[in-house]
């Protein structure tokens, strides 16, 4: 009796050597396929940046009463000549579309109009602000994102342990405290009680600021090799850090424990672990890099979040950077700075989009090349 | 002296999954473990590498050539697996890692067990990616997984297992994910590599196919208990247990009249 043989197994012995189709690609590799993605996402966005301009274009537009009137304020608006200058310089006496042209061409030569709160131009305004908020923003998503990964990488690791339990109710209360009552609560507690740290502003009164490069005072106070001056711009951010640390890590924790532990039960990691990788290996290799895409996702989501999260730790802390000039402007009804501020603050998501879209091509391999 | 040596294996994952399991693989020689899923065929061989869950209750010995595997500390495992036992396994779009080059993979274990450098372990990659019958092996190493079709996946990781030079290789289901086109070739593979190396095979399989064309013994399993050990030709031309009838009398083109279902 011979023995049974099954379809698959009956053409073992006339099989080529190697029977698989051919490997990999066979259209001819283009120039950069890296670049080609990077390109369209950059074309995705300047459809998005125009789409931001015609918004606060429309908002100039929707102000209740005379447009020309809120942008010059009231003693400006009363003088005839000033108001046909300012219809003049700005086309408000054409129609709706050329006028739309016009504050787009006034906006790529950098005129956002004059802030009637500061009385300078917008531009000028934002230039010191925009830096001041990066600078909280950027040190606030490093501090969160390695003490996040910690904490959810571990609590991953020992699920449904005691140390999961303590990182999940610590990330929920981070969570769940309202960011306000936090910046108030922490200034009268660290700054007028303790007196640890200084509680307002980007610097002591008696120093004076870096000279300009990069605007961010701790790294520019670097670059100018002034040990003591970085150390006090540290020092004053350590609170408004700390403030928005709280949720962002809460955010962060959450979502990397969930990330970590669906890779940890991953054929790719029981591949790893059966290959006798040492367990620190395994980690950085091989868990990390595998949930580091929804981490990206979420990070860029928690960065947007922190923009505006800062308007009211900004303000507790008298930090002079967009959320304090966003608030001073909405309080005055200074309407060339609300739009200066929303056209930065689209600004920003976009550049923010785009460089989570650069760097998913940067950690996927699949984004890059397919 | 066997390459591996499982005496009265008892898992218990809340519920006894594998029950006083005995089975020896020698050098060069494929074992087929059969039986349907749920059987305790992939818990057993994850036992052999200490991968099971914290939680699992597993005792009995398993041991690998002198060394008992059962009880042993993440750090000495670590020196087992890879080095002396490796694993293919059943699906490699899952098992390998889509962010990292075939060339990382299939190098890292070798630079940890071997001590060898980076240019060392590439020359040997390469080797083992020729071996393996992977098309133009250079290049082969600085690309993903994905850029492969499935049958070539499997190749590189049999590479990958194969790298440390192992005694004993655990194959679950190696073909399973695979066309039915490429599933001899990997089999073929498989089987020569146990041949010219003196590899000892575990093959977990569901499928009696895959066995009756490349193993030399043959161990039925069912609800977590041996149920039929035998040669592969005592097994097929003479099978002893009823649940092994049912089995062959499910294969496709089977000769084998239809067997009364075991319940």
Known sequence: MTLPRTQKTSRAPGERPAGDPPAGRSRPRRTSPLLGYLLRRLGTSVLLLLGVTIVTFALTNLVPGNPVAAALGEGAASNPETVAAYVKRYGLDQPLPVQYLTYLGNLLQGDLGRSLATGRPVTTDLATAIPATLEIAVLTIIVSLLVATVLGTVAAYRRGMVTDQVVRVVSLVGLSLPTFWLALVSFNFFFLQLRVVPGSGRLTATLTPPPTVTGLFTVDFLLNGDGVGFVDALAHLTLPVFVLSLFTVGLLTRFIRTSVLEVLGSDYVRAARAKGLSPMRIVFDYVLRGASLPILTIVGIAFGALLSGTVLVESVFAWPGLGTYAYNAARNLDLPGIMGVGLVVGFIYLGLNFIVDLLYGLLDPRVRLA | ?263
């Open chain 2, 1 to 263: 002296m066997s390459a591996l040596t499982i005496t009265d294996l008892n898992v218990d994952l809340g519920r006894p999954v594998v029950r006083g399991l005995s089975l020896t693989l020698e050098p060069g020689k494929i074992q087929g473990l059969a039986g349907e899923s749920g059987s305790g065929k992939t818990v057993t061989s994850l036992a052999v590498l200490g991968l099971l869950p914290r939680t699992a209750r597993v005792t009995g010995s398993i041991r690998v050539g002198e060394t008992e595997i059962i009880g042993l500390r993440t750090g000495a495992l670590n020196r087992v697996r890879g080095r002396r036992v490796a694993m293919v396994f059943q699906d490699p779009s899952a098992s390998l890692h889509p962010q990292l080059t075939v060339g990382h993979q299939l190098t890292d274990h070798v630079r940890t067990h071997m001590k060898l450098d980076r240019k060392a372990a590439k020359a040997h990659a390469l080797e083992l990616l020729e071996r393996v019958r992977v098309p133009d092996p250079e290049a082969a190493l600085g690309r993903y997984p994905h850029q492969f079709s499935g049958g070539q996946r499997q190749r590189v990781a049999i590479a990958i297992a194969l790298a440390c030079d192992p005694d004993v290789l655990l194959a679950d289901e190696p073909t399973t994910a695979l066309d039915v086109t490429v599933q001899a070739g990997i089999l073929r593979l498989i089987r020569d590599l146990a041949d010219e190396r003196r590899l000892a095979v575990l093959l977990v399989t569901h499928d009696l196919g895959v066995l009756s064309a490349i193993a030399d013994d043959i161990a039925v399993m069912r609800q977590g208990v041996i149920v039929e050990s035998a040669t592969r030709a005592e097994l097929f031309i003479n099978p002893q247990h009823a649940y092994t009838r049912e089995l062959l009398s499910a294969m496709p083109g089977s000769p084998y009249e239809e067997a009364p279902r075991v319940d």
